[in-house]
Nanobody, 112 residues
Framework: QGQLVESGGGSVEAGGSLRLSCSGP????????WAWFRQAPGKGREGVAL????????DYADSVKGRFTVSTDNAKKTVFLQMNNLRTEDTAVYYC?????WGKGIQVTVSS
């Protein structure tokens, strides 16, 4: 299936922004839906954002609507998650997912 590699995580203060990136197999861009999930300490995995194969249809968890934006750049073979106005409750490991294949995850920490 190919490896998914997330990048762009780190630590930020509440109200700040981060942009996560996910690179994956070339052939999946434009052909599959991509998703971002997250898992906070002591909690289960939560779907955060979804983008359809065409890159126009998107869906978000209620907790991130208006703050997060998912997008794809087919030329760069990359999926992005722009996260603005971050809150402490956004602290989690974030995963890129396509066709039931998961990346290793990347830590996002938001401090107050």
């Amino acid at each position: 299936q190919g490896q998914l590699v997330e990048s762009g995580g780190g630590s930020v203060e509440a109200g700040g922004s981060l942009r996560l990136s996910c690179s994956g197999p070339d052939y999946l861009f434009g052909r599959a839906s991509w998703a971002w999930f997250r898992q906070a300490p002591g909690k289960g995995r939560e779907g955060v954002a979804l983008i359809g194969p065409g890159g126009r249809d998107t869906d978000y968890a209620d907790s991130v609507k208006g703050r997060f934006t998912v997008s794809t750049d087919n030329a760069k073979k990359t999926v992005f998650l722009q996260m603005n106005n971050l809150r402490t409750e956004d602290t989690a490991v974030y995963y890129c997912v396509v066709c039931n294949t998961w990346g290793k995850g990347i830590q996002v920490t938001v401090s107050s």
